[in-house]
């Protein structure tokens, strides 16, 4: 059981070695309830480690994630030593994870306030583009008059990073949140219809033939043959478009729109709180991996045909 | 139109067919690639006929023809009458390859054609019953890579009569098959056809495979594709591969072909 090992190292390291004297700008707070923290992470693993034998898939589960337990728990240790305990970390760049919890006390109200603008405006903004990018891309896949008018568009446009339009699309849009909105959607549009388009005019010839001679019409050819077919393709545009989405989102918070976790980083570094910072940054990387994570889970779930046709 | 001199198996729904003086040219690169030329046959209701002829030689290209795929370049086609202009699900095209879709299990590739005219109902009987006919019942909620190639062509069958067509047309469908499979499931394409109510044209270079199924062999020169034989098959069903008149025939069919030293 090297994770319990490890998660009590990091809890006593945290507990049992005394802090840097506080500073003007660094008071330690809550050191015995993140040690207590560190402390309760090792007692449940032991108790899981130790009950979890009886319950089917539990087990199981604990033994494969034990390596990166026992790498996390020394790693938090090792971070807690360098800040906190030794200062080897350039201070208050670095900030000690008792600092940070301690904003997650103090700021969460804020905090929210902003997870939610933030997810607000990823959630119109992607949707809109990822939505116009899947019609574009089947409407081009499936009509030669359509793929001559809007191809060399999406060529011309598509690979300029949406962020290029930002000083100006500040200006000519009417508000900040809707140049923002613009942004993400044109981020996550690009590679949606490209894939998507990609995808259906790549589709076998035969399925088409098949469902002719069966009597379907061109309405069910387009939804129903050419779609289902693309689909890989359009959740490969998916990824893409949701990463491209990411991008523009910090960027038009860090730059433009008064609210967000892009918005609260930049707020928080203008007063020099790098421990805000860090909170912010912490919780857009919980955001956007849960985000990816979704996607995987939708993707497996939708795709589910193709397990045994393609190695993942 | 040639008078089938046997007992027309065909219910009351199987079509004629009359194809005049068709002929079709593929253009590659500018220059015209003559695949048919100056074809005519016609065919009762409910007649089994294959049309035989060597690889390459515009077989495929005929029944893609009728089924109405692509418009001919010149001459006509015409089943039960009706001049063939588009596909129509009354003309059920089983492919050379089974082209099921990965994505929809058995049940719901088998229920293709029901779905894309607007006709299905949840839980159909009529799909299950074709699943049935070709043995594939157990089968319905699999997914087309589960399936072994014999599987995947009886599930193209089902996908084909589901429709309840008046003309099935059969492209090599079992071109692809190792021996053993191609023995029964020729076997079951007979049983299918005389239950079925539908007439079958059927497209093959293996010689054996046309004597066995059809009441009527037409022999295909090379291409561009023109009609060297008409050969009656008259050996009462069930018929069996080494029968010595299907041997006679064989010979016959091979000579007209050019391979007399046989």
Redesign the interface.
Known sequence: MAAVAAWAAAASVTLAVPDQPPSIFIVYEGTAQLGMAAATVAAIIAVVGVFGAWIPGVGARLARFAPWLTVLGLAAGAYELATAKLAWLPRPYFTSPQEVAVVFRDDAALLLESLLYSLRLLAIGFAVGAGVGFLTGVAMGWSRRVNYWLYPVARTIGPVPAAAWLPIAYVVLPTNTIASLFMIALAAWFPMALLTWSGVAGV?R??Y?????????ER?LVW??AV??A?PSVFVGLFMGLGGSFISLVVAEELGVKAGLGWYIQWALGWGEWKKAWAGLLIMVVLFSGLITLLFRLRNRV?S??Q??VRW | MVASPFPCTGGPGAATIEVRSLSHQFVIRGSPLPVLKDLSFSAAPGAFIALLGPSGCGKSTLLRLVAGLEPPTAGEIRVGGQLVRSPDPSRALVFQDPTLYPWRTVWRNVALGLEARGLLRTGDRRVHDALERVGLAPFARALPHHLSGGMAHRAALARALVNEPSLLLLDEPLGQLDALTRLTLQRELVRLWEGGGFTALLVTHDVDEALYLADRVLVVGARPACLIGDVLVDVPRPRHHADPRLQELRRAVLGLLGFDWM
């Not at chain 1, 033939?209 to 019409?217: H, I, N, P």
């Open positions: 076998s035969s399925y033939d098949v469902a002719r001679t069966l009597g379907a019409s069910f129903k043959v289902p077919a689909l795709l045909w193709q045994g046709l």
